[in-house]
């Protein structure tokens, strides 16, 4: 079997399509290189729609049928990519297939000329076999302590380990390589940012001391970053949506389908923003900075005082703040809220603790 077929069984296979719907578009010429035409368009037309409606079967046979007129069609070549990313959370070594492809359509044109769906494919494939690279590089390295292994075990498996993670690094190299382009350029900027925390939080596993406590600065700084992009773009669509009324040249019915999607974008930002500040809280407290942390666990429950995960989380830092009575009240708060049973060793956990939070209050400890 081809890699090129093995790859594309990766994308398929959990989707169900035929082998040969597979094999008639991995054997299409490659040669002979043409221009995007009139027959091409409705192809592309159809396989972007059904790639965004996430019908990646039909995505792939429109694909199929574009390529057989025009092998060297950028934005089919870039779908398909798209789709084996998409499958990357199923099976990481979609994740290769990913980074060909992308390779491939980053070749189709000349430096300068691609857009950001490109080099962010490019960004995000490196980085899933990035985090493949790290997993295995951890594997190796709980068997060096787990396992009674003989000297010469230990040296190759700990080499093996040290190799991994040097291809770790090197990946996220890559990754933000194609980031910081695209943040140069202007385009993609949010996803950039998001892709670009995401890399610089996992550069902090290798390190220890002092560099470890600068590569955490730098992850929050990009972290914080994209969060200042989450709450612009959030205000703008607000702004937008209380600026409709007053149009007096939308007809009432226009300004309620308008209004309808700007409140779709301006949630979208909400839940994006309730990710990012999840995400930063949770490393301000393994940092030990748990008042930026207490920040963030604030505005989220300002957003949604229904998120009993964030009443413990809150919790746990006035712990570490030493502010008792606070954090026995959101401990109760999430014990109230919370879907666990009352017989979860979670749950009764938190139960000793606000237990023991009341008696040293009443003692006055």
């Not at 779908?79 to 980074?99: C, D, M, Q, T, V």
Request: glycine share 6%.
């Amino acid at each position: 079997m081809t890699p090129n077929l093995k790859a594309h069984q990766l994308l398929l296979s959990s989707r169900g399509l035929s082998l040969g719907l597979v094999s008639s578009l991995l054997f299409l010429p490659l040669s002979c290189a043409s221009q995007d035409s009139a027959r091409v368009g409705p192809y592309v037309e159809r396989a972007d729609r059904y790639f965004k409606g996430k019908d990646f079967p039909q995505a792939i046979q429109q694909c199929q049928k574009g390529l057989a007129i025009d092998p060297e069609n950028y934005r089919l070549n870039q779908i398909i990519g798209e789709i084996y990313l998409r499958n990357g959370s199923r099976n990481p070594k979609a994740f290769e297939a990913a980074l060909k492809q992308f390779k491939k359509v980053h070749s189709l044109r000349g430096t300068g000329e691609h857009d950001y769906i490109t080099l962010l494919g490019l960004a995000r494939a490196n980085y899933g076999l990035g985090r493949e690279d790290l997993a295995k590089s951890r594997e190796l390295f709980r068997r060096i302590q787990n396992l009674k292994l003989s000297p010469t075990e230990k040296q190759t498996t700990k080499a093996q380990a040290l190799e991994l993670q040097r291809s770790y690094l090197q990946r996220l190299d890559q990754a933000e390589r194609w980031l910081k382009e695209m943040l140069a350029r202007g385009d993609g900027i949010l996803p950039a940012l998001q892709t670009l925390f995401m890399v610089q939080v996992d550069r902090i596993y290798p390190l220890s001391g002092k560099k470890r406590d600068k590569q955490i600065k730098i992850a929050t700084e990009a972290g914080e970053a994209w969060l200042r992009e989450i709450l612009r773009r959030k205000e703008y669509y607000k702004k937008k949506a209380d600026s409709l009324s007053s149009n007096e040249n939308l007809s009432g019915k226009v300004i309620v389908v308008i209004e309808n999607e700007m409140k779709k974008r301006y949630e979208h930002f909400i839940d994006l923003e309730l990710q990012a500040r999840g995400l930063l809280h949770s490393l301000y407290f393994r940092a030990h900075h748990p008042r930026k942390a207490l920040a963030h666990l604030n505005a989220i429950l300002k957003i949604d005082p229904t998120q009993a995960d964030e009443y413990y989380n809150r919790g746990q830092v006035y712990l570490r703040l030493g502010e008792r009575a606070k954090a026995k009240k959101d401990l109760e708060t999430f014990l109230r809220l919370s879907p666990l049973p009352e017989d979860s060793p979670r749950w009764r956990e938190v139960n000793r603790e606000v237990a023991r939070l009341a008696l040293e209050l009443k003692a006055g400890k």
